[in-house]
């Protein structure tokens, strides 16, 4: 008997899936605190000036029956955001789009989409990690750093008690926000109580859990990210540099064109090619950013045990 085998014919092909999968992505957490934003803006400019006046000198002498107060200036001070262009796109052919088994312009969206988050995050990061109150486990400078100094409860309780004698409030009225690094966050929790550390499993408060969070320390959330900053050879010869950023309301501003709204848009742009073949898909967006409250914004550096030493 003559068997008709898969060799017999050309018919035989490896089959493909058509649901697309996607590299992996990084959580975009550090543009959701930028919670100062621009509401009731004059009118459209390269840049958004925000207002913040100064309190008063305490008045703690008794008044005298006859005699009237002596009046004092109001003071401010301002914190200005410039606008920027932020935009990226691809272009699909006429001939992808025909011959693909793919959905390739929803595809395309779905990139470019995460595209805009990813990128406008990182923004902020950078701005965020580049504030002016640091400081170095054990050393005087992040170029000190060797792989000892690795991040402590007592040094975020450090930083803790800086932000609240500067009286910066806490988020949802309860809890400060740190952005901490895997290989940061393995030293910490290796080196804290559970007792201390509250995780998901043994949180007993009501409160909802934030996106990215690995638990509560001291009254701070710490939300786990490798966006968090990690500068390679930053330290003393090859030893790794991390930054952990603890940080309370209205610690970042965000200014916008009101042309335009707060957040990205996908744009799928015009055709124009003579046989419109080519179909752009992109996002767009005219905003800025910027440090509000330089006293709400704390950073650690620090070496990783797990890290490149």
Not at 36 to 49: E, F, L, Y
Not at 122 to 148: I, K, P
Not at 149 to 158: A, C, F, K, L, Q
Request: hydrophobic share 40%; with cysteine.
């Amino acid at each position: 008997m003559a068997y008709t085998q898969k060799s017999s014919v050309s018919s035989d092909q490896v089959a493909f899936e058509q649901l697309a999968h996607f590299a992996l992505r990084k959580q975009v957490l550090h543009e959701d605190y930028a919670t100062v934003k621009a509401t009731k803006q004059t009118h459209n400019g390269s840049g958004v000036t925000f207002t913040i006046y100064n309190n008063l000198a305490q008045a703690t002498s008794a008044l005298t029956e006859t005699t009237d107060v002596t009046a004092v200036a109001l003071g401010d001070s301002t914190v200005t955001v410039s606008l920027a262009e932020y935009g990226n796109a691809v272009v699909t052919t006429a001939a992808l789009r025909g011959q693909s088994f793919f959905n390739v312009d929803s595809d395309a969206a779905n990139i470019v989409g995460f595209n805009a988050a990813d990128s406008m995050d990182q923004v902020v990061a950078d701005l965020l990690y580049a504030g002016s109150n640091v400081t170095h486990v054990s050393q005087s400078s992040r170029g000190a750093l060797v792989a000892g100094n690795v991040i402590t409860s007592d040094i975020v309780r450090e930083e803790v008690a800086g932000l609240r004698s500067a009286a910066v409030p806490t988020f949802d009225g309860n809890a400060y926000i740190g952005f901490i690094h895997p290989d940061v966050a393995y030293d910490f929790i290796k080196g804290t109580a559970v007792t201390d550390l509250r995780s998901f499993q043994i949180r007993q408060d009501a409160d909802g859990v934030r996106k990215g969070s690995i638990g509560m320390f001291d009254g701070v959330d710490f939300i786990e990210t490798p966006r968090a900053l990690l500068v390679a050879d930053g330290g003393n010869s090859t030893v790794d540099a991390y930054g952990t950023v603890i940080i309370g309301q209205q610690a970042m501003a965000k200014g916008f064109s009101t042309m335009f709204g707060p957040d990205p848009s996908v744009v799928f742009g015009p055709v124009t090619d003579s046989l419109r073949r080519f179909q752009p898909v992109g996002w767009y967006t005219m905003c800025g950013y910027g440090r509000f409250r330089e006293a709400a914004i704390r950073r650690i550096e620090s070496a990783s045990s797990i890290g490149a030493n």
